[in-house]
């Protein structure tokens, strides 16, 4: 007796192989019926008897690809149709989902494909571009969209007629997986000087590489998603001599391992770790250093004085040949110059890395789109997204409710762009700071994809309050070339509304947003924020207690400056110390010159620039070598103390603000360090006092929902520690997992407020409308 079921799938079923995989399980099954795309998922009818339809259910839950997510499986019988024993199909889509098709992601190498790279036997033997529908690059080769072959960067490459078989036939793995290629059709690798003169060609090319690299020389090479420069992990000769070339001094570097077992010889990795280093998204993974032993392979000058090491596993077939040559880790960080976004072209790569790499192996398959390594690390809930790219970005982040067709710019630093469509925000890729011409191109690139790959039409842009940002012109312009509203939503109110939109928080929460810097709606530098946020309501509860900043910009660069003006303020400087020990007389007077004049020293109430000022305080950095590195250090610095004690951080009333006063703290802290009490002793305790503030500041504002955000949140301790001292009290505590808590996630908190913002000016004219 045949029965017949309607089953809707939501979730990531599209571009990753499920149609197939439907396909295959029914007809191996004997069901007849048909799969296609919906907007929303993949809506399949299937017919035949019932322990045959239970048993293909099962099937569908348990055994889809790896790289598919199901949020929700929802099955309904109907009537059996007439097309018993006519077998199975793949039906086109329908038409609404040609018009929001998702794009998919980079995913790294499937286990099939690895085998068939490693068996002598396969015609894709050593073949560094293997891939299939369960593996490969999707989104750094897509031109336009539908997903399709000729609109990717393959389109060059026609197929052999084993490739051209495979590619048409719906048994086999590779049964319309677009950028499919072998070594008779397929990219083809190429060694070059660093002036461009060609050396070697496939094999040849990989051995002479793999030498190079042995040999202590840096190696800039053509990955995925863009350039990437290696140097051999275990020589400290090496690594300094890539960080001499890249003006990367003391930045950690993100070191890839032949295989997981190798990683396990310097780091412990749990099984939730392995996972996620072994999963199709394949990121780098904050993992901890095993010490002492016979442990020490990594060279030091990897991640100096860093408990931790970014670690990942070789993610293409190219990554994987050439670790599986090397047989040792290698540093493996974006090609580019500081913070410029990587290369993604040869000649361009030529150009910009000549002087930085030694010799340059690529291939004849452009890249699209610079698409970096995605970093995160495991936290208690699962992964926690530090920068989203490979692997994540552009899958859509799903909002409770519908939005307006917004488009947002993000911030500064750690940029990335957001567009909303229906219920679903595409944020972009991480496309790294704007502070260069290739920043600010990249952004606006990014941009004009978006709109073209979704055929948009924004209905209103949204930006940043900061009138100097890079991103907010662009915004500015796009808002007068299309004649739609700009939006400026406050930093902190985006970082909350990120994670908001992320983890569909319903209700009021309360944010609070720690972070470097800024734009405050007073105009002021904000950074220690408590916001209680509200539909698109904002409420300024509590905040640090300000302080100058001498210089301004130069004290993102210099914590002795943040240590300076938080003294100055506390009126406790120790004019004699601090002039023998961070700056010399003259630039001591000129800076507490402009301190008492109150110009050239904006105001900050950042719990960025306090850490920074703590950290040189206890003398552990007075210059930052790069963002963030004081606060690092200072977060390092307490590794594996238990230390339960805090000094006293309070909170007063300053007219309808409550502030968080870090005096008495300063005070306590200057006087246990003066008692020789050891740095990391004071840093725990440190950490600890903010945690209580933390605490005061929930208790007062009596909002049950409290949200972690900000730069200063990617410390594991502060987080550990907040977290704790907030769920003790019974307080439920959301941080951001999906989109970073750094400036990462500024576009999607953008598009949340300036939704909210329309939806309650609609209501509110409506109201006016029945009132009349
Ligand atoms: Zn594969
Ligand atoms: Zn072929
Ligand atoms: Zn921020």
């Given at each position: 007796m045949n029965r017949r079921l309607a089953i809707s799938i939501q979730g990531v079923v599209q571009g990753v192989g499920f149609r197939p995989f439907v396909y295959r399980t029914a007809v191996e099954s004997s069901l007849s019926g048909w799969v296609r795309n919906r907007p929303d998922g993949v809506r399949i009818e299937v017919q035949g008897p019932a322990e045959r339809l239970d048993r293909f259910l099962e099937a569908l839950r348990q055994d889809h690809p790896r790289q598919a997510v199901i949020d929700s499986i929802e099955v309904r019988e109907i009537a059996p149709a007439d097309d018993a024993g006519q077998g199975f199909e793949i039906l086109t889509s329908d038409a609404d989902a040609e018009k929001r098709p998702s794009i998919p992601a980079d995913l790294a190498t499937c286990p099939e494909c690895q085998q068939e790279i490693e068996s002598?036997?396969?015609?894709?033997?050593?073949?560094?571009f293997t891939n299939c529908t369960n593996c490969g690059p999707r989104y750094s080769i897509i031109e336009s969209l539908p997903y399709d072959r000729p609109r990717t960067s393959m389109k060059s490459f026609s197929f052999c007629p084993e490739c051209e078989a495979e590619y048409r036939n719906p048994l086999d793995r590779r049964f319309h997986a677009q950028p499919i290629a072998c070594p008779r059709c397929g990219p083809r690798l190429e060694l070059l000087a660093h002036d461009g003169r060609s050396l070697a060609c496939e094999d040849e090319a990989l051995r002479q590489a793999i030498e190079a690299v042995l040999a202590g020389k840096v190696l800039a090479l053509k990955g995925l998603g863009g350039f990437q420069l290696l140097v051999d992990a275990t020589d400290d000769r090496a690594v300094n001599l890539l960080r001499e070339r890249k003006h990367r001094e003391a930045k950690p570097l993100a070191v890839m391992f032949p295989s997981l077992e190798a990683l396990r010889q310097c780091c412990s990795v749990s099984s939730q770790e392995a996972e996620a280093l072994l999963s199709p998204q394949a990121p780098i993974l904050l993992v901890r250093r095993l010490t002492?032993?016979?442990?020490?392979?990594?060279?030091?000058?990897?991640?100096?004085?860093?408990?931790r090491v970014g670690a990942m596993l070789p993610y293409t077939p190219l990554h994987r040949l050439l670790l599986a040559g090397l047989e040792r880790p290698v540093v493996c960080t974006s090609g580019n110059l500081s913070d410029e976004p990587m290369c993604v072209e040869t000649r361009e790569a030529l150009a910009r890395l000549g002087k930085v790499a030694d010799l340059f192996l690529v291939h004849d398959r452009p890249i699209v789109r610079p698409v970096d390594d995605s970093v995160a690390k495991v936290g208690p809930r699962g992964l926690e997204l530090l920068r989203r790219a490979r692997?994540?970005?552009p899958l859509p982040i799903r909002l409770k409710e519908k939005a307006p067709t917004i488009l947002a710019v993000g911030g500064h630093l750690k940029c990335t762009a957001a567009l909303s469509l229906g219920d679903q925000v595409i944020v972009s890729q991480h496309l790294g700071d704007l502070d260069s011409a290739e920043g600010a191109a990249l952004l606006e690139r990014t941009v004009d994809d978006l709109l073209r790959f979704f055929d948009a039409r924004p209905e209103m842009v949204a930006c940043d309050l900061h009138p100097e940002y890079v991103s907010t012109r662009i915004a500015e312009r796009i808002a007068r070339n299309w004649s739609i509203p700009l939006e400026r939503v406050q930093h902190h109110h985006a970082h909350v509304a990120a994670c908001v939109a992320e983890q569909s928080i319903e209700g009021e929460v309360l944010g609070l947003a720690w972070d470097g810097t800024g734009w405050g709606l007073d105009g002021t530098i904000w950074g220690g924020e408590a916001l209680a946020c509200a539909g698109p309501e904002l409420r300024r509860f509590a905040s640090l207690r300000p302080f100058r900043l001498p210089g301004g910009e130069m004290a993102m660069r210099e914590p002795r400056r943040s240590a300076l003006g938080l003294l100055h303020e506390a009126g406790e400087l120790r004019a004699k110390e601090l002039t023998g020990q961070w700056f010399s007389p003259e630039e001591f007077q000129a800076l507490c010159g402009i301190l008492e004049r109150q110009v050239s020293s904006p105001v900050t109430s950042s719990i960025g620039r306090l850490f920074d000022a703590v950290s040189a305080v206890l003398g552990i950095r007075l210059r930052n070598g790069f963002e963030g590195q004081a606060a690092m250090e200072l977060e390092f610095a307490a590794d594996g103390v238990a230390d339960e004690e805090s000094y006293p951080l309070l909170l007063v009333p300053r007219g309808d603000l409550l502030l968080l006063d870090w005096a008495p703290m300063l005070e306590a802290l200057l006087a246990e360090r003066d008692h020789g009490i050891p740095v990391p002793i004071l840093s725990a305790r440190f950490h600890n006092s903010l945690a209580d503030g933390a605490l005061a500041i929930a208790r007062q504002a009596a909002i049950p929902k409290v949200v972690l955000c900000g730069g200063c949140f990617q410390n594991d301790r502060l987080t550990r520690t907040v977290r704790e001292r907030l769920e003790g009290s019974g307080f439920e505590v959301f941080i951001p997992r999906r989109v970073p808590p750094n400036d990462g996630s500024i576009s999607l908190g953008q598009v949340l407020v300036a939704a909210r913002r329309r939806s309650s000016t609609s209501e509110s004219a409506l109201r006016l409308k029945t009132n009349s």
């Open positions: 002598t036997a396969e015609r894709r033997f050593a073949y560094p002492g032993g016979p442990t020490r392979v990594l060279a030091e000058s990897v991640a100096p004085g860093n408990p692997g994540f970005a």
